[in-house]
C-alpha cells in the first residue's frame, strides 16, 4: 500500500487513508454490499458521465479497502470532511467541509454517502441539519450509524458505556483511555464524551423520512442503521 501510494506521486494525509486490511471487515463489505444495489439501480448516462458519488466525513480509506465492489463502475467521489486539505487523486476529490452546511446545489450528486458520521455532528440541531444536506444534494443516499441501543459502544470499544451519564463517560475517559477515546483534562474528556452521540432507530426515522431504514444485525441485536433512498 505504501508504494502504490508513492507510485501516484505524492500521499493523502495518514488520517484519511487507512489500511486497507483495516477497513476491509466482513461488518463493512457485507454493508457496503448494500450501497452498490444503489450503484445498480442508476440508469447508464447517455454521455457516459460517471456516476458523482459525495462521501459525508469520509475518507479514501473507506473506499480503497472495499474498492472490488465498486471499481467496476464510472464513479467519481467527492469526500468532504472538516480535517481534510483539498486535493484531487481521481477518483477521490478531496473537498474540507462542514457536513451540515455544504457549498453545493441542490441535486449536485448522484448519490450522497456517509458512513458512521451523522453521530459525530453535534446534538438534535446539528444532526437535522446535516440530514436536510444528505436529502438535497441527491435523489439517492445511504446513510450508516451505530445503533443506540447495541450494548457495545465501537468507539470506546466498550459494553454499555453509551448508556452511563456524560459525566461518568468523562471520569473514565480522564482516568484512562477507552478505545479510540482519551483526554488529558476534565475539559478535554466533556469534549470527547459530547462528540460521540449514537441515534436510535425512531431517530433516524426523523431525521431521513423519505428512506428506508435498515438494520445490521449481530445476532438478535440491531449493530447499525441504515437509511437508505
Not at 25 to 50: C, V, Y
Not at 181 to 203: K, P
Not at 204 to 209: T, V, Y
Request: proline share 7%.
Amino acid at each position: 500500500m505504501e508504494g502504490d501510494r508513492a507510485a501516484r506521486g505524492g500521499v493523502f494525509r495518514p488520517e484519511f487513508e487507512v489500511a486497507e486490511g483495516t477497513e476491509s471487515n466482513r461488518f463493512r463489505t457485507a454493508r457496503f454490499r448494500r450501497f452498490r444495489a444503489l450503484l445498480e439501480s442508476l440508469p447508464a448516462k447517455a454521455d457516459g458521465a460517471p456516476i458523482r458519488i459525495l462521501d459525508v466525513g469520509g475518507a479514501p480509506g473507506y473506499w480503497l479497502g472495499v474498492r472490488p465492489l465498486w471499481q467496476d463502475f464510472p464513479v467519481e467521489i467527492t469526500i468532504v470532511n472538516i480535517g481534510a486539505e483539498d486535493e484531487d487523486r481521481p477518483p477521490f476529490h478531496l473537498r474540507k467541509g462542514d457536513a451540515c452546511s455544504l457549498p453545493y446545489a441542490d441535486r449536485s450528486y448522484d448519490i450522497v454517502h456517509s458512513n458512521s458520521v451523522i453521530e459525530h455532528v453535534g446534538q438534535w440541531r446539528a444532526m437535522r441539519a446535516m440530514a436536510h444536506e444528505v436529502r438535497r444534494l441527491a435523489p439517492r443516499y445511504f446513510v450508516q450509524t451505530p445503533n443506540f441501543w447495541f450494548p457495545y459502544e465501537p468507539h470506546y470499544k466498550m459494553p454499555f458505556i453509551h448508556w452511563l451519564p456524560e459525566s461518568v463517560r468523562a471520569a473514565m475517559v480522564l482516568r484512562k483511555a477507552r478505545g479510540w477515546i482519551s483526554a488529558d483534562t476534565y475539559d478535554q474528556a466533556m469534549t470527547e464524551v459530547q462528540d460521540i452521540n449514537l441515534v436510535t432507530a425512531r431517530q433516524m426515522a426523523e431525521l431521513f423520512p423519505d428512506a428506508a431504514i435498515e438494520r445490521e444485525y449481530i445476532g438478535p441485536f440491531t449493530k447499525s442503521l441504515i437509511a437508505i433512498r
